[in-house]
């Protein structure tokens, strides 16, 4: 059985650099035909596809968040990790790790970007 779990730091200051950690357990992150994703659901709004990673390791970005995000893996420890530079408070929201169009994410983080 495939799980997902995110990591990372729950609250953010402005201007800096979130980071975040999605662990792979039960798949490879490297299995042909694997593609990795993340995703995000600000208060009150709606799901966000901030990008993903593919099996042979290359990123795709949302173009709104492209100039701002790094999707990169680890094949070692099978994880992958999302970077989102100088971020502000509407990038507060959860933050959801998964395997493109499957059933398989994770239960969510919270970030909250705050001074």
């Known amino acids: 059985q495939v799980q997902l779990q995110e990591s990372g730091p729950g609250l953010v200051k402005p201007s800096q650099t979130l980071s975040l950690t999605c662990t792979i357990s039960?798949?490879?992150?490297?299995?042909?035909?694997?593609?990795w994703s993340w995703i995000r659901q600000p208060p009150g709004k709606g799901l966000e596809w901030i990008g993903h990673?593919?099996?042979?390791?290359?990123?795709y970005y949302s173009p709104s968040l492209k100039s701002r995000t790094s999707i990169s893996r680890d094949t070692s420890k099978n994880q992958f990790t999302l970077q989102l530079s100088s971020v502000t408070p509407e990038d507060t929201a959860v933050y959801y790790c998964?395997?493109?169009?499957?059933?398989?994410w994770g239960q969510g983080t919270q970030v909250a970007v705050s001074s």
């Open positions: 998964g395997r493109m169009a499957t059933v398989y």
């Open positions: 039960g798949a490879s992150i490297a299995t042909t035909n694997y593609y």
């Open positions: 990673i593919s099996d042979l390791g290359k990123p």
